[in-house]
T-cell receptor, first 112, second 111 residues
Framework: KNQVEQSPQSLIILEGKNCTLQ??????????LRWYKQDTGRGPVSLTI?????NTKSNGRYTATLDADTKQSSLHITASQLSDSASYIC???????????FGAGTRLAVHP | NAGVTQTPKFQVLKTGQSMTLQCAQD?????MYWYRQDPGMGLRLIYY???????DKGEVPNGYNVSRLNKREFSLRLESAAPSQTSVYFC??????????FGSGTQLSVL
């Protein structure tokens, strides 16, 4: 069964600290992997899209990694800010309009 | 730049009532989607429309109908609402090679 599992479920860090969120997937075939940020009460917004051949991709203070062999991805947030408080959702695209598999997300809270 | 616009933002229904959620995008995307988001679960696809004039069932289509009115608009209808349809609903649009662009959601409660 195609699945995307994220850990931890929730995380609290202090402003200025770094953190890493994990995503493991069992999706086949694999087309690409996406990370989204979802602020409370808003729709998800794309952070990165990574294809099979990409190991690392950055978007400002966000860096995503992908290991297609172990089927793992991580999202590293550097020097966290209060505005980073949100849910982060890992999504694997398996090809086709109805083949996006969503993880349940990691809820991150950044405290001053 | 509005992107994807959903209405209403909030709705409370009684069991058995009907309603239509509206969605419009101004990015000239061909594909549009309706998802629901429930606590502790990933977003689940209800229906999608690959292009104007076509609609297809997603993972959880029971109890819903959709209409792709034109290229911009894609509506979701609940004919007889049930408490199990209490959820947050998101409309999204995309074109090949792009990520999904989501609306801000509709929070629906069915009593």
């Amino acid at each position: 069964k195609n699945q995307v599992e994220q850990s931890p479920q929730s995380l609290i860090i202090l402003e200025g600290k770094n953190c890493t969120l994990q995503c493991n997937y069992t999706v086949s075939p694999f087309s690409n992997l996406r990370w989204y940020k979802q602020d409370t009460g808003r729709g998800p917004v794309s952070l990165t899209i990574m294809t099979f051949s990409e190991n690392t991709k950055s978007n400002g203070r966000y860096t995503a990694t992908l290991d297609a062999d172990t089927k793992q991805s991580s999202l590293h947030i550097t020097a966290s800010q209060l505005s980073d408080s949100a849910s982060y959702i890992c999504v694997v695209f398996s090809g086709g309009y109805n083949k996006l598999i969503f993880g349940a997300g990691t809820r991150l809270a950044v405290h001053p | 730049n509005a992107g994807v616009t959903q209405t209403p933002k909030f709705q409370v229904l009684k069991t058995g009532q009907s309603m239509t959620l509206q969605c419009a995008q101004d990015m000239n995307h061909n594909s549009m989607y309706w998802y629901r988001q429930d606590p502790g679960m990933g977003l689940r696809l209800i229906y999608y429309s690959a292009s104007e004039g076509t609609t297809d069932k997603g993972e959880v289509p029971n109890g819903y109908n959709v209409s792709r009115l034109n290229k911009r608009e894609f509506s979701l209808r609940l004919e007889s609402a049930a408490p199990s349809q209490t959820s947050v609903y998101f409309c999204a649009s995309s074109d090949p090679g792009q990520g999904l662009f989501f609306g801000s959601g509709t929070q629906l409660s069915v009593l």
